[in-house]
Nanobody, 121 residues
C-alpha cells in the first residue's frame, strides 16, 4: 500500500512563495514519474507539474510555467514543488501522485489528504 503525504501548504500573500513536499512510501519511488495536481473549490482536479523518474525532465501546466519548479530526491522518496510569484488563483488543495508514464500518465495511487494553499490578494 503506497502512502503519499503532502505538506508545506499555508496562507501567503500574492507574490509570495511556498515549498510543498510529498513523501512517498510503500513502493520503489524512483521508478515512477511523479506529478503535482491541485483542486480549487468547486473545480475539478487539474494537472500542475510532473517530473520524470530520474529527475532529468520536467513538464508544467501553462498556468504555472515559469513560476513553479518541481524537483525530487529519490534518496528521500520525496518530491517537491517550489511555488513563487503566487497568485490568488493558485489557491487550492495540492496533491501528488505517482504516474504510469511521463509526462502525462494515469495516477497510480490513492490520493492523499493534500495540503491547502491559500493566496490572498
Amino acid at each position: 500500500q503506497v502512502q503519499l503525504v503532502e505538506s508545506g501548504g499555508g496562507r501567503v500573500q500574492a507574490g509570495g512563495s511556498l515549498r510543498l513536499s510529498c513523501a512517498a512510501s510503500g513502493r520503489t519511488f524512483r521508478r515512477h514519474a511523479m506529478g503535482w495536481f491541485r483542486q480549487a473549490p468547486g473545480k475539478e482536479r487539474e494537472f500542475v507539474a510532473v517530473i520524470s523518474w530520474s529527475g532529468g525532465s520536467t513538464y508544467y501546466g501553462d498556468s504555472v510555467k515559469g513560476r513553479f519548479t518541481i524537483s525530487r530526491d529519490n534518496n528521500k522518496n520525496t518530491v517537491y514543488l517550489q511555488m513563487n510569484s503566487l497568485k490568488p488563483e493558485d489557491t487550492a488543495v495540492y496533491y501528488c501522485n505517482s504516474l504510469s508514464d511521463y509526462p502525462r500518465g494515469n495516477a497510480l495511487d490513492a490520493w492523499g489528504q493534500g495540503t491547502l494553499v491559500t493566496v490572498s490578494s
